[in-house]
C-alpha cells in the first residue's frame, strides 16, 4: 500500500472517531492575534477546548434506511435485473430526479462509474484523458483501465481544484477528454473547462465522486459535462458502504453506460460490446433509499455550517478557506479544507500546527500527502510493454519529463482539513470549538517552537 493510501486512511481513521477533547467554559469565539492574553496549549498543560465530546457518527442511519434494507431482504429480489422495479432502478430514478438530469446508471462505486464513462464515450489504448493529480486513486484507476494514459494537470493552489490554463497546455493530439475532479465537493472553474472542451472537441467527464448535490451556475455538478460520476462509499455525504452512479441526459450515451457497465448486454438483452460487470446490487440501492428523505436537511445543515465557520475565520490570516469561483452556490463539503500559512504561527510547520490542535481535541489533517503524479504508478505504466507499444516512445519521455505540478506539491504541503460528512451536521457551539482552538493556538504562537 501506498504512503499516500496510508495517509488517506488514517486520515479518515482519525476523523471519522469524534473523539477529542473538550468543551471550554465559555464558547465565544476570541478574537486572533492576541498572544499576550492566551490561555495555555493543553499541549503544554493547559486545558483543551475540546474533551471527551463526540462529533454526529457517519455513516448516516435511521429506521428508514433499515425498514428498506428489511423490504429488499423479504422481497428475495437480489439483484436488479430481477425487476424493472427494484431498488436500484428506484434509486436511479430518484436520483436522476434530484440532480436534475433524466439518467441514471447505478454501478458497486465511483471507480466502476468512471471506468464505465470512459469506456462508454469510446476513450481507450492509445488515448489521453486530462486530470487531477490531488485526487483519489480512483479517478486515474478509470483511465488506467480502459488503457488510457492519465495526463495530470497542475492546480489552482487556493481552490485545489484544476488550473484550466494548464489543462489547456497540456492538450495533445493524442487527449479525448478531460476530467475535473470537484475536490472536496466543490465545483471546479467549470466555464473555462467546458471552452476549453468545446474549443479542441473534447468530451468532459465531471468526476463528481465527493461533490453530491453541490451547485454551480445554477446547475448541479455532474450534469455540466458530457456525463457526471458519483460514489457512495462510506464516508460520503450519501453513502452505502461501496456503490457508485453516473449522470446525464443524453439517451444514447446513458444506453451505452448501461450496456458497458452490464457486462456488454444491451437493455434489449443484446450482448454487444466489451464490458466489465459494475451493476449496483439490490442492498447497496436499498439504504441509498432509506437515505434520501434527509439527504437536502443535511445538505443544507452543512452548509449553514460552513457559512458560520466562514464568518468565524473572516479576515483570520493564519488558515484560508478553500477559494469558491464565481457561480459556485451550495457545495457538498464532503471534505473542509484550508490553507495553512505558516508565516502567521512563527513559521511553526504544519506538522507542530496540527499535533497543538489535537491536543485541544480538534482532528486536522493534511488530507493527501501527495500528488498522485509523485507516485510509483507512472514509472509503472511508462515502462509497461502494453503502453510503450500504444504511444510512441517520444510521447512517453515527454510524458515523464512534463509529469510536474508544483502547485499541487504546495496545496499537499500546506493544507489541513477535516472530513466533513458527519462533523459539519454538528451544532453551532461545536463549530465554535474549532475556531477556539485554531485562535488558541494562534494566540500561542510563540510558543510553538518549543512544541
Not at 464558547?27 to 493547559?46: C, D, E, H, M
Not at 487556493?158 to 472536496?184: C, G, N, W, Y
Request: glycine share 8%; net charge neutral.
Amino acid at each position: 500500500m501506498s504512503e499516500n493510501s496510508l495517509a488517506r486512511r488514517r486520515f479518515l481513521a482519525a476523523a471519522s472517531t469524534g473523539t477529542v477533547a473538550a468543551a471550554i467554559a465559555s464558547r465565544s469565539v476570541p478574537a486572533f492575534g492576541q498572544a499576550g492574553k492566551a490561555r495555555t496549549l493543553a499541549i503544554l498543560g493547559g486545558e483543551p477546548v475540546r474533551k471527551n465530546q463526540s462529533w454526529p457518527s457517519w455513516p448516516y442511519w435511521d429506521d428508514n434506511v433499515v425498514d428498506s434494507v428489511v423490504k429488499t431482504t423479504k422481497s428475495r429480489i437480489w439483484c436488479r435485473i430481477q425487476s424493472a422495479s427494484g431498488a436500484v432502478p428506484t434509486f436511479e430514478k430518484e436520483f436522476a430526479e434530484r440532480t436534475g438530469t433524466k439518467y441514471c446508471v447505478a454501478t458497486g462505486s465511483g471507480t466502476q462509474a468512471l471506468h464505465t464513462s470512459v469506456e462508454a464515450l469510446g476513450i481507450g489504448p492509445g488515448d489521453e484523458v486530462i486530470t487531477s493529480p490531488y485526487t483519489d486513486p480512483g479517478t486515474i484507476a478509470a483511465i488506467l483501465c480502459a488503457r488510457a494514459l492519465p495526463v495530470l494537470a497542475d492546480l489552482d493552489p487556493d481552490s485545489f481544484q484544476l488550473d484550466p490554463d494548464d489543462v489547456e497546455r497540456r492538450i495533445t493530439e493524442f487527449t479525448k477528454a478531460i476530467m475535473p475532479v470537484h475536490i472536496m465537493g466543490q465545483p471546479c472553474d467549470m466555464d473555462r473547462i467546458m471552452a476549453i472542451a468545446k474549443k479542441h472537441n473534447l468530451k468532459v467527464i465531471e468526476d463528481a465522486c465527493q461533490a453530491h448535490l453541490a451547485e454551480y451556475q445554477g446547475k448541479k455538478l455532474g450534469t455540466i459535462g458530457d456525463v457526471g460520476c458519483f460514489s457512495f462509499q462510506a464516508s460520503k455525504t450519501i453513502a452505502c458502504g461501496e456503490g457508485g452512479a453516473i449522470i446525464g441526459s443524453d439517451e444514447q450515451l446513458m444506453d451505452r453506460c448501461y450496456t458497458v457497465h452490464n457486462h456488454g448486454t444491451s437493455r434489449k438483452g443484446r450482448t454487444e460490446t466489451i464490458g466489465p460487470k459494475y451493476r449496483m446490487n439490490e442492498f447497496e440501492a436499498a439504504v441509498l433509499l432509506g437515505q434520501l428523505p434527509g439527504v437536502e436537511e443535511r445538505f443544507a445543515r452543512r452548509n449553514e455550517n460552513v457559512a458560520y465557520l466562514a464568518s468565524k475565520l473572516a479576515g483570520f490570516p493564519g488558515v484560508v478557506p478553500q477559494k469558491r469561483y464565481e457561480g459556485t452556490g451550495r457545495g457538498a463539503y464532503y471534505v473542509y479544507g484550508m490553507t495553512y500559512r505558516k508565516e502567521h504561527f512563527h513559521d511553526a510547520d504544519r506538522g507542530t500546527f496540527l499535533k497543538a490542535l489535537r491536543a485541544e481535541g480538534i482532528n486536522l489533517s493534511p488530507y493527501i500527502g501527495q500528488g498522485l503524479h509523485r507516485e510509483p504508478w507512472v514509472d509503472h505504466v511508462l515502462n509497461a510493454k502494453v503502453y510503450q507499444r500504444m504511444f510512441p516512445a517520444e510521447r512517453l519521455q515527454e510524458y515523464r519529463e512534463q509529469n510536474v505540478c508544483p502547485n499541487c506539491d504546495a496545496v499537499c504541503q500546506n493544507v489541513v482539513a477535516f472530513w466533513s460528512s458527519g462533523i459539519l451536521l454538528g451544532t453551532k457551539e461545536d463549530m465554535d470549538d474549532i475556531v477556539n482552538a485554531i485562535f488558541k493556538v494562534h494566540e500561542n504562537r510563540d510558543k510553538l517552537a518549543t512544541i
